[in-house]
């Protein structure tokens, strides 16, 4: 209310950025004001505000925080309110030139002062060329699929598990739950998000979207005891939908105790990624505080629907035999840009490549401190660049020193809401894009980050154009074994995990069994902040394919990850080439160990009788691969015998 007060009579470069209460004034012995015994003000951004939905936003709030110097800044704070004065706009202005290489006038950013007004000036030029998305005023008989759907319906068709591309939330409630009230609530999202009450018929081999007018919305309860839980949920994770006829949502409600449930939704991805399970959850809460007060939620209306998107989408892309047409630009820039992109990277890997990819999967779960965190969020600032961008650098790094070569491809996930109408809509957006990482020449960390940031950029401001149609385009040779143009994907996630807020009800999301991969490696980084909303350490899950890796393997691989971050944030102007990959143990153990007197003797056995001892245990397993005919531990025995 102070701040509103003063900010109407004051133009917005002289609000204070903090106010702080005080019992009395601190005077010196003249009785003037001692302003160094003021207590310093508490300056930062806003630790509940909105976390950065593009790389624009992400790379303008880092800025913000560089120049202004403080920890964290969401895309509503304003630079005045967070200190910022006249000295410091040209500061601000010339960082955005640099980095961005865009033009802001200071007349902008007195008018727009924080990060997401500015983010969507900078994309005034291309908007204007953009048809703006609203509902569409008739709606085909047969609505398409979106462009994303298209590819996971044709994926689905190869996925012999049936659940590979299933989305689930496993919530623990502890309290005094109305089982009825869940119900109606979860009705009432379906209802009010089109894309759950949405199935895709198959007449003719071409499907299109039906959307059910009054949806049943699948919704179990079922007794279970606390030693149970793990394996029902799991259970309920695991629904097989068939999209043609079933709703892309379901619900099992499991009942521990009276006051102790278990609620697990379960979601096909056709239907929702990962960013719709904020805005389902909030409905969701919405909803059942409405129902457990006895009357229906009264929520203003979408926006847009997602059949609306699809439709908007089609117009956006255009013709791509029209020259003008945003699909055939980015399709000329992708054809450019991983033109001779290597179709595999060599990993080590436990075992060999199968024919067919099975997709089955296991994760392993780390955790790194808010000093490290705090590190790389610093040095992406220092470097223009967003803390995704840091990772990327290193994973790319490893890989390469792995084994990988010096082209590094690798994927990752952008949200695809492109356009402010789509922030709070369930609906399957996400788009999947290919960085190439180039680590030729040993450049320094610094030097590689750089060459990120720029390819990275390039990739952003190409993102409209689906993943399936770069594919068909450049053409790399298709297999059933990997996963096409790149096997690795990076996600950098900084939004909490979402867990419905249920009145009277304490809310828990709870860890399913991990049985799935969709790439040979996936790191998924979350981004945690302390209290006061500083960094406060990444959590990492290292999702990988069981048909190439054991356990231990990607727990070394990712313990490097972390030695790897260490140093470079110690010194990121040492050569990558030169860093030191191996832990502590490992590095004694080769040194004094594996060398010198004894080298062939591992635990007071020879070599040949370690090798032999894996024989009796594994004879089948691939011991060696040449020219491409492998061998396995037996055969080799045998030869060699």
């Known amino acids: 209310a102070l701040r509103d007060f003063v900010a109407a009579r004051l133009p917005e470069y002289m609000v204070p950025a903090a106010f702080v209460v005080l019992d009395a004034l601190p005077l010196t012995p003249n009785g003037k004001l001692d302003r160094r015994?003021?207590?310093?003000?508490?300056?930062?951004?806003?630790?509940?505000?909105?976390?950065?939905?593009?790389?624009?936003?992400?790379?303008?709030?880092?800025l913000f925080a560089e120049v202004l110097r403080v920890d964290r800044v969401t895309i509503d704070d304003s630079f005045f309110g967070l200190g910022g004065h006249s000295l410091l706009v040209t500061r601000l202005i010339s960082r955005i030139r640099s980095t961005l290489g865009a033009e802001v006038g200071v007349r902008t950013l007195f008018a727009t002062?924080?990060?997401?007004?500015?983010?969507?000036?900078?994309?005034?030029?291309?908007?204007r060329a953009r048809p703006a998305l609203t509902p569409a005023e008739r709606r085909p008989e047969r609505i398409p699929l979106s462009y994303a759907q298209q590819r996971l319906w044709f994926l689905r068709e190869w996925d012999e598990s049936g659940v590979t591309y299933n989305v689930p939330l496993a919530v623990r409630l502890r309290g005094a739950l109305d089982e009825d009230a869940l119900r109606?609530?979860?009705?009432?999202?379906?209802?009010?998000?089109?894309a759950l009450r949405t199935i895709l018929p198959n007449p003719d081999g071409e499907p299109h979207q039906y959307i059910v007018p009054a949806p049943h919305v699948p919704f179990e309860i079922t007794p279970c005891a606390e030693r149970d839980v793990p394996a029902a949920a799991q259970r309920a994770a695991g629904h097989v939908f068939d999209l043609s006829v079933e709703l892309p949502v379901r619900a099992t409600l499991l009942q521990v105790a009276e006051d102790d449930h278990v609620l697990v939704?379960?979601?096909?991805?056709?239907?929702?990624?990962g960013w719709s399970m904020t805005p389902l959850t909030r409905d969701l809460g919405r909803a059942y505080e409405a129902r457990a007060a006895g009357h229906a939620p009264d929520w203003a209306p979408l926006p847009v629907q997602y059949a609306d998107y699809a439709l908007w989408q089609r117009e956006l892309l255009g013709d791509e035999r029209d020259p003008d047409s945003l699909a055939l630009r980015q399709l000329a820039h992708w054809t450019e840009a991983l033109a001779g992109l290597p179709e595999e990277l060599e990993l080590p890997v436990d075992r060999s490549r199968p024919a067919v990819a099975s997709h089955r999967g296991a994760v392993v779960r780390v955790r790194?401190?808010?000093?490290?965190?705090?590190?790389?969020?610093?040095?992406?600032?220092?470097?223009?660049?967003?803390?995704?961008?840091?990772?990327?650098?290193?994973?790319?790094?490893?890989?390469?020193?792995?084994?990988?070569?010096?082209?590094?491809?690798?994927?990752t996930a952008v949200a695809g809401r492109t356009d402010d109408g789509l922030d709070d809509l369930v609906g399957f957006?996400?788009?999947?894009?290919?960085?190439?990482?180039?680590?030729?020449?040993?450049?320094?960390?610094?030097?590689?980050?750089?060459?990120?940031?720029?390819a990275d950029l390039e990739a952003y401001a190409h993102q409209d154009l689906p993943f399936e149609r770069v594919v068909e385009a450049v053409n790399p040779a298709r297999s059933t074994a990997r996963h096409p143009l790149f096997q690795t994907m990076l996600v950098l996630?900084?939004?909490a995990a979402a867990t419905p807020a249920l009145p009277g009800v304490h809310s828990e999301r709870l860890l399913l069994e991990h049985r799935v991969a969709k790439f040979d490696l996936t790191f998924f980084v979350e981004e945690t902040s302390g209290e006061d909303g500083r960094p406060g350490g990444l959590s990492w899950d290292v999702e990988y394919a069981t048909d190439l890796y054991d356990e231990h393997t990607v727990a070394t691989l990712t313990g490097r990850l972390l030695g790897l971050l260490e140093t470079v944030v110690a010194d990121p102007d040492q050569p990558v080439g030169s860093i030191g990959l191996l832990g502590e143990r490992e590095e004694r153990r080769l040194l004094r160990e594996w060398s010198g007197v004894g080298a062939g003797v591992v635990d007071g056995r020879s070599v040949p009788e370690v090798f032999e001892a894996r024989v009796r245990v594994v004879p089948g397993a691939v011991a060696l691969v040449q020219g491409g005919v492998e061998w396995t531990y037996g055969e080799v025995n045998a030869g060699a015998n």
């Open 265 to 273: 939704l379960t979601l096909h991805h056709i239907a929702g990624d």
């Open 37 to 62: 015994a003021l207590p310093e003000p508490l300056v930062g951004g806003d630790a509940e505000g909105r976390a950065p939905r593009t790389p624009e936003e992400e790379v303008l709030c880092g």
């Open 368 to 411: 790194s401190g808010a000093e490290l965190h705090a590190g790389l969020v610093r040095l992406a600032r220092e470097s223009g660049a967003t803390l995704f961008m840091v990772l990327q650098a290193a994973v790319a790094a490893l890989l390469s020193r792995l084994g990988a070569g010096t082209d590094v491809p690798l994927g």
């Open 184 to 194: 109606a609530a979860l009705t009432d999202v379906v209802v009010r998000h089109e």
């Open 493 to 495: 996630q900084n939004n």
């Open 429 to 454: 957006f996400v788009n999947t894009l290919v960085l190439r990482t180039d680590v030729s020449g040993d450049p320094t960390f610094r030097e590689l980050l750089g060459r990120v940031r720029a």
């Open 113 to 127: 002062p924080t990060p997401a007004g500015l983010a969507a000036g900078l994309r005034t030029d291309a908007a």
